[in-house]
């Protein structure tokens, strides 16, 4: 379970992050000082910690079905 | 109101103190700076007209203060004969250059120094390289023109202008804590191990594993982050840069933590297996990310023998933002770590009573 969140992340994020290499030098992340390669890593940070809480979530969810199984058969 | 703080207000603190590092970081100013200039040589004797473009300043509204210099060794300065202001961002500075120079080489690389009121003092290094075919120090009668002096300290809350870096300067308040907080983080996890170690508790072994997720995560934000400031920067997302390679070789070893884990049955056999080899990436861990990037040449600051992390690199106004968001995030860090931890803690539980 937890490697399927670091292949996750992974093959979300590899593909954005080659895009960016492959563009132009006048590219819109290089105006306004670069300004928008702050805003880039901002978003990764956010995309990963939302990542997480996803997995979170549904290791939460788990636990809560058991628990009614567990009541139900109890 | 003590206990409320002890169980409860850390995590409230690490929001609050993320936050401030995300207005912060991301409302002060950077210092004006020089970001382009024209010609970017001459020989000496020429006049040069010089074409400035500038980085936050306000030439326009300076006008009569402005002052310019080419500096050569901190000493011998050449002061502009003219300056014509286009715009805040703008101006042409002209410099009559000396037919002989007092250095004995043929070739000298001047200091550009533009001063005003407003902005302060505002550097550009290497910005005109001078050739001379005749080298006779001796014979050179220096006129600078005005001195370099009364310089203006400009706005104090600012962030250093880098001409590479420019705003990405602000990527130090989100890059950088995530390596810090996965630091903080495998070393509370490695704390736990050597606890599971000693007093067989299954907690103990629960909270490393919550702890090691979260530092992988944090490791991996860490180095996305930094691929996509590379590609900016240094012009490719993974330039083979010793620290790039050190860090990922220390995730990989640390996603085998869990690799192990999973792959044993047995509860008490895994927990103690998953602790031992946990003080075992631990101790990789250190001299990947610690020792080896400082053997030899690095594209990261504070390599290659530096100290970690210098005054060029971190100035006191960084420092203030830069401190509060590695704790911020080392205590998000544990916060979600403790979330997992709880939920597993519940998961035994239920198994136990089955």
Redesign the interface.
């Known amino acids: 379970m937890?490697?399927h969140?670091?292949a996750s992340?992974?093959f979300l994020?590899l593909p954005l992050?080659?895009a960016?290499?492959q563009s132009e030098q006048t590219d819109f992340?290089?105006q306004?000082?670069?300004?928008y390669?702050?805003v880039?890593?901002?978003a990764?940070?956010f995309v990963?910690?939302g990542i997480?809480l996803i997995y979170?979530d549904r290791?939460?969810t788990r636990?809560e079905n058991?628990?009614s199984d567990?009541d139900q058969n109890? | 109101m003590m206990h409320w703080l002890r169980t409860q207000g850390w995590k409230y603190l690490g929001l609050v103190l993320v936050l401030y590092s995300?207005v912060m970081g991301?409302v002060v100013p950077?210092h004006s700076g020089i970001s382009a200039r024209t010609p970017l040589s001459a020989d000496a004797g020429d006049t040069v007209a010089m074409h400035v473009e500038g980085?936050n300043t306000h030439f326009a509204q300076a006008q009569e203060e402005l002052r310019a210099w080419l500096m050569l060794d901190d000493s011998l300065t050449l002061a502009a004969s003219r300056i014509a202001v286009q715009d805040d961002r703008h101006l042409v500075a002209t410099f009559v250059l000396p037919p002989l120079l007092p250095t004995e080489k043929q070739v000298a690389n001047f200091t550009l120094v533009i001063d005003n009121p407003i902005d302060g003092v505002t550097l550009l290094p290497e910005a005109l390289f001078v050739r001379q075919d005749t080298v006779a120090p001796q014979a050179v009668v220096w006129q600078g023109g005005p001195e370099m002096a009364r310089l203006h300290k400009g706005p104090a809350l600012t962030f250093p202008f880098r001409n590479i870096?420019?705003?990405?300067i602000?990527?130090t308040y989100?890059?950088v804590p995530?390596w810090f907080a996965m630091i903080l983080v495998f070393i509370g996890s490695v704390v736990y191990s050597i606890r599971y170690l000693r007093r067989q508790q299954p907690t103990d072994d629960a909270y490393a594993a919550a702890l090691t997720?979260?530092g992988?995560?944090l490791g991996?934000?860490g180095l996305?982050?930094g691929?996509?400031?590379a590609?900016?920067t240094w012009g490719?997302?993974w330039s083979g840069d010793i620290k790039q390679n050190m860090t990922a070789i220390a995730l990989l070893v640390y996603?085998a933590y869990?690799?192990l884990r999973?792959s044993l049955e047995d509860r008490e056999v895994r927990a103690r297996v998953s602790a031992a080899y946990n003080v075992f990436a631990f101790a990789a861990l250190i001299p990947l990310i610690f020792v080896i990037p400082r053997l030899t040449d690095s594209l990261h600051p504070g390599n290659g023998g530096n100290p970690a992390i210098g005054s060029e690199d971190l100035d006191n106004t960084m420092r203030l933002v830069f401190y509060p968001a590695v704790i911020g995030w080392t205590l998000i860090g544990y916060w979600?770590s403790q979330?997992?931890w709880r939920?597993n803690r519940?998961?035994e539980r239920?198994l136990d009573?089955?």
């Open positions: 937890k490697l969140l670091a992340l992974v994020l992050a080659s960016w290499s992340l290089r306004t000082g670069m300004i390669v702050v880039a890593v901002m990764v940070i990963g910690i997480y979170i290791k939460l636990l058991q628990i567990h109890g | 995300i991301m950077l980085y870096l420019r705003e990405t602000r990527n989100f890059h995530m997720t979260t992988i995560v991996m934000l996305f982050t691929m996509i400031w590609n900016y490719r997302p996603l869990f690799v999973y979600i979330l997992l939920i519940l998961e239920l009573e089955e």
